[in-house]
């Protein structure tokens, strides 16, 4: 009996070890990992500004976009669009809440408030603007990456980033197998429309940038379209190994790089924002990892 439970003991400790090193390392890595992810936060703000992307900027639009969704639904019935976005001083003031959060939480980093009210203020944002734009985007990486630093507890913080890294492998596990369940992977009718479109565009601008004449070559060469659009499924599809190890994390990293170039050349598509959730993936919160021990060595000498 007891060689059984030694045994069971040693499978349990062999199967999740790899998730204690996770833990392990996501956890006495959670200072720096904070002060890295608010200050691409404040960098992305600072590409809010310059691109009028923020509340205050971007003003009530008198066509809301709702779409069936009951959480954009309550927004207007309870006209916070209305409120925030129908008066330049609540406007620039929320945005401002929203900057110094972020600021606040980047500077002190052993504190859990300041990140409560960013997430608070930053999904109001998320809303608000997809609301006013006309067109809900996914750039969720912000939200996705932040929650976990509303918890103190370094232990919950840490179970939390883990489970928004696995977030991250659904989002484009799940883009890929409905790509395929719909037959869309390996037929070019999307990718050709979306490149006549993008064509039209660059036409009327007069654009003659590398990004045109790769729309124009594939637009030409329509079996280099499919192809360019079967990797890019594959490269989500690859997300879905990461639900079974994190030894392959690193290989992640790369196909997220791969996608995104893909995503910018040929669909003309990145969402800056998602960047963030490649903070979740092991490779980087070991480099992050090793850089925290580093500086604490440095101050304790």
């Not at 890595?29 to 809010?48: D, E, G, H, K, N």
């Not at 989002?171 to 037959?183: D, E, P, V």
């Not at 064509?199 to 070559?217: E, H, M, V």
Request: with cysteine.
């Amino acid at each position: 009996m007891g060689l059984i439970t030694a045994a069971f003991n040693y499978y349990l400790q062999k199967k999740y070890s790899p998730l204690n090193n996770y833990l392990t390392n996501t956890t006495f890595a959670r200072p720096l990992l904070q002060r890295v992810f608010f200050s691409a936060v404040l960098l992305i703000f600072i590409y809010y500004y310059f691109s009028h992307l923020f509340i205050s900027q971007v003003g009530l639009n008198p066509i809301l976009f709702q779409e069936i969704d009951p959480a954009y639904w309550l927004l207007m019935i309870l006209k916070i669009p209305q409120l925030i976005a129908g008066n330049t001083i609540i406007a620039i003031f929320f945005d401002l809440i929203l900057v110094i959060s972020a600021v606040i939480s980047f500077i002190k980093p052993s504190q859990s408030v300041s990140v409560k009210i960013f997430f608070v203020f930053y999904f109001l944002y998320y809303m608000l603007f997809n609301l006013l734009s006309g067109h809900h985007y996914v750039n969720i990486g912000i939200l996705v990456t932040a929650f976990p630093f509303m918890f103190s507890r370094n232990e919950k913080f840490a179970f939390l980033f883990a489970c928004s890294r696995y977030y991250f492998l659904f989002i484009f596990t799940s883009a890929a197998l409905w790509k395929l369940w719909r037959g869309s992977l390996f037929h070019n009718g999307q990718i050709v429309t979306l490149l006549q479109q993008k064509k039209l565009l660059a036409t009327i601008s007069g654009d003659t940038s590398l990004r045109f004449q790769i729309d124009l070559f594939l637009l030409i060469h329509k079996e280099f379209a499919l192809v360019a659009w079967i990797i890019m499924g594959v490269l989500e599809l690859s997300f879905i190994i990461g639900f079974f190890s994190y030894k392959y994390d690193k290989i992640l990293v790369a196909n997220y790089i791969l996608f995104l170039t893909g995503s910018f050349l040929i669909v003309g598509i990145v969402n800056i924002e998602n960047l963030l959730m490649l903070m979740t993936l092991f490779p980087i919160i070991k480099m992050i990892n090793k850089v925290n021990r580093k500086l604490v060595l440095v101050k304790t000498t």
